[in-house]
């Protein structure tokens, strides 16, 4: 069956670029979650999406990141004004009920900011 | 093979041992534990969970143990394979938080010699 899927596999963005991630769920899944893996580093939590309400976004490490759900299926994950330290791997998961359960993870979307 | 301790990042086992991969948590208020599996390039690939109401939890060759009391869990993984060379992650999630995300653990990369 589907797992989740992410666009683009890979980003390269220039310093100062916006850059728009996506994420395509487990259909029916109502969690969603966004994750930052940085190189040899276990995932970090960065927001939440119970359907289309942002519940959680304690993790995003600062205003140029937003993240949108509008019809709580696909998910967008934007950063603005690119730095360097935004390199990372961007990792979508769903889950089919909100609480802890098993999340289904995304291949990731490598970004690489120069 | 076994990894003694949660800084200890690499477990190399030979072909058909048993391996028992270890994770130190860090929060007693944590009642939902999980460990993923991580290929290069991919998503983390869930492997078993167990709740805090147990302390084991049997998969197909593998095996999650919960202490509690000394906030500790382990994977072991049954007559391990070329195919169980991996990072292994553990990951931990507060019921209280209500969103289910999850907390990970550093990893553990797992090397099968054959």
């Known amino acids: 069956g589907a797992g989740v899927s992410q666009s683009p596999r890979y980003k390269v963005a220039k310093r100062g670029q916006d850059v728009a991630l996506r994420c395509d769920p487990i259909s029916g899944h109502v969690s969603l979650f966004w994750y930052q893996q940085a190189l040899g580093q276990g995932p970090e939590f960065l927001t939440y999406f119970q359907n289309e309400a942002q519940l959680d976004k304690s993790g995003l490490p600062s205003d140029r990141f937003f993240a949108e759900r509008p019809e709580g299926s696909v998910s967008t994950l934007k950063i603005q004004r690119t730095q360097q330290e935004d390199s990372a791997v961007y990792l979508c998961?769903?889950?089919?009920?909100?609480?802890?359960?098993?999340?289904?993870f995304g291949p990731g979307t490598r970004l690489t900011v120069t | 093979g076994e990894n003694v301790g949660l800084h200890l990042p690499t477990l190399s086992v030979q072909e058909g041992d048993n391996s028992i991969i270890n994770c130190a948590y860090s929060n007693s208020a944590s009642d939902y534990f999980i460990w993923y599996k991580q290929e290069s390039g991919k998503g983390p690939q869930f492997i078993i969970d167990i709740r805090s109401n147990m302390d084991k939890r049997q998969g197909q060759r593998v095996t999650v143990l919960l202490n509690k009391t000394v906030k500790h869990l382990s994977l072991q993984i049954a007559a391990t394979q070329p195919g169980d060379s991996a990072v292994y992650f553990c990951?931990?999630?507060?019921?209280?938080?209500?969103?289910?995300?999850?907390?990970f653990g550093q990893g553990t990369t797992l090397q099968v010699k054959p």
């Open positions: 998961a769903s889950s089919w009920d909100r609480g802890p359960y098993e999340q289904y």
């Open positions: 990951a931990e999630s507060h019921g209280s938080s209500n969103t289910g995300k999850l907390i």
